[in-house]
Structure formats: C-alpha cells, structure tokens
C-alpha cells in the first residue's frame, strides 16, 4: 500500500526503533537466549574457545560442543549450522571463581555416548580433566598446595 507524495508505506514491519530510552533491536532467537553476556573489555578482551567432539551414538545426534565466555564452561549437544542448539539446556555449565579458563580439548580417542574426556587449560596454569557427560571432575594438575 503505497501512500500519496511518495511517502513510506504504512504497514512496514520495523525490525529496530529508536526512542530517548535507547536503541530497540529485533533478535534472532540465537542471539537472545544465548549465555550471560560478558561485558566487552577493550583493554583485555576474553577470548572464547570452541572444542567438538563426535560420539557416534545411535541417534544420530553424536555431535557435542564446549565453548567458554569469561569464567563461564558450557557443554551442549550440536544440530550443525542448519539448526540452532538449545542454549537454555546445556549438558553441563561450570563456573570457576579464583581462574578463568583459557583453553580446553576433548580425548577423540575414549570419547563414547555414556563417557568424554575434556581437559581444560586455566590462566593460574592448572589443567583439570572433567566429564561433561556424567559431570564429573576427575582431577587437578598443577594444583598449587
């Protein structure tokens, strides 16, 4: 519906407005139910890691992933780029207090539906072997005593 003098046409659907409270924004659904936000830091930025594991179970679904946000670990089951994981339901969330995790992998090698190992890299030098799965923390190295 085309309105007269060349206007706007009425009936457009805004994806974003603006008013004097701030900045309104349509978002997928991806965007807003992902995890707890971390404040942006330009000094010293966060990086974020992301580890996939295949478990080769019979549904079909064996894919897993691990990704950190700040002092945040979260453990989820992938669909691929096509369908978007459920990011209110993780398999396992940890949120460590004294360090933050800086890096982490999976053992492809054990890696079963029931059982997978992750070890986990912290910026204090430990290393701590868990299982996502059965939420389990195996153990510690570099512990300071």
């Known amino acids: 519906m085309a309105t007269e003098g060349g206007g706007k046409e009425m009936n457009e659907?805004?994806?974003?407005?603006?008013?004097?409270?701030?900045?309104?924004?349509?978002?997928p659904h991806s965007e807003y139910s992902r995890p707890n936000r971390v404040p942006f830091n330009s000094q010293g930025s966060n990086p974020v890691r992301v580890s996939f594991v295949n478990l080769n179970d019979q549904s079909g679904n064996g894919d897993r992933l691990c990704f950190n946000v700040g002092r945040e670990l979260y453990f989820y089951i992938y669909k691929g780029v096509r369908k978007a994981a459920d990011l209110s339901?993780?398999?396992d969330k940890r949120?460590?207090?004294?360090?933050?995790?800086?890096?982490?992998d999976f053992n492809h090698l054990t890696a079963t539906a029931e059982s997978v190992s992750l070890l986990v890299g912290f910026s204090a030098g430990q290393v701590q072997l868990i299982d996502p799965i059965k939420k389990e923390t195996s153990k510690l190295f570099n512990e300071e005593p």
Request: charged share 20%; glycine share 8%; aromatic share 10%.
């Open 95 to 104: 949120i460590y207090k004294g360090t933050q995790p800086t890096c982490h």
């Open 89 to 91: 339901k993780p398999i």
């Open 13 to 27: 659907i805004k994806t974003q407005f603006t008013t004097r409270e701030g900045l309104y924004k349509l978002l």
